[in-house]
């Protein structure tokens, strides 16, 4: 089961051609070979049930039945995708064994466990992982001859599965929540990472627009052609009290009479 169809065409079939001497013909949604069947997702085909799946949440959003924390978390195929789910899940039942090629990660572990969490039936079947991260002919034929027990990265589908459950119980809790109470009949749409993403763009936002501009004194001094610079802690120093800086004008080109010019000098502060 690869996680796109280009990486199941361009890739795993010309692995097994290489191997096996397989010779694939092209079906719908999967390629047939001799003793391979080729498959792939379209990213999820698999997802967590929405809120009104759950008894007592059907209809109307109330306030009163928040937050909603299941127990048992409920799954549903994607309508758009549910027509390669159910071929997925035909050649899988027919196989006796099942190869995990989706891509090398956490989600690529998620997508896949979400096909056998949602048929039971499944888990009765002998599994394998195909860890690759790189398509390069020997690196793959490397990676298919040193197939994974399919638990070696179980950690990683625990956080997935993680990632997945917060991100609904969140997003789902706390946009109900929100919208019941300070959407004014809008929809106040919240994310586990949309939000705190959304404060950040906000607060960058207004600092912008309440920007006020800074000037900052400095001063300098000249003899002979040599530039003479306000030095303090090792450098250049820049204050913000105009008064400060021309007192000291007056003070230094009194006391220092080979300093034929000083200036006083401006800088912006962005």
């Known amino acids: 089961v690869a996680e796109k169809p280009s990486v199941a065409r361009d890739h795993y079939k010309r692995m097994l051609e290489r191997q096996h001497g397989e010779k694939f013909v092209h079906r719908e949604g999967y ?14 085909l698999v997802t967590l049930s929405p809120f009104d ?19 048992l978390f409920k ?11 159910h071929i997925v899940q035909a050649l899988m039942t027919q196989s006796h064994e099942i190869i995990n090629g989706a891509d090398a990660g956490r989600e690529g572990n998620l997508i ?36 994974e027990d399919i638990s070696k990265r179980s950690h990683l589908s625990d956080a997935a599965r993680l990632r ?20 004014e009949g809008k929809l106040f749409s919240v994310g586990r990472v949309q939000t705190p993403t959304l404060h950040l763009i906000c ?14 004194y400095g001063l300098r001094g000249s003899w002979n052609e040599h530039t003479f610079k306000w030095i303090r802690d090792e450098k250049v120093y820049w204050s913000e009290h105009q008064e400060q800086v021309s007192r000291l004008q007056k003070e230094w080109q009194g006391m ?7 200036k006083v000098n401006h800088k912006k502060s962005y």
């Open 31 to 44: 390629l047939q070979g001799k003793d391979h069947m080729i498959t792939w997702a379209v990213g999820h």
């Open 53 to 71: 799946s759950y008894p007592g949440y059907e209809g109307s959003w109330r306030l009163a039945n928040l937050p909603l924390i299941p127990e």
């Open 75 to 85: 799954l549903r195929t994607i309508e758009a995708t549910e027509k390669q789910f």
């Open 112 to 147: 896949f466990d979400l096909l056998i969490d949602i048929n039971p039936e499944l888990k009765s079947k002998q599994f394998k992982r195909l860890w690759v991260n790189s398509y390069v002919e020997a690196d793959l034929d490397q990676a298919w001859a040193k197939l």
């Open 164 to 183: 997945q459950r917060a991100d609904w119980l969140i997003g789902l809790n706390a946009t109900r929540a929100y919208t019941l109470t300070a959407g």
């Open 203 to 216: 607060q960058r936002d207004q600092e912008v627009e309440t920007f006020k501009e800074l000037y900052f």
């Open 256 to 262: 220092n009479a080979f300093l034929r010019e000083w």
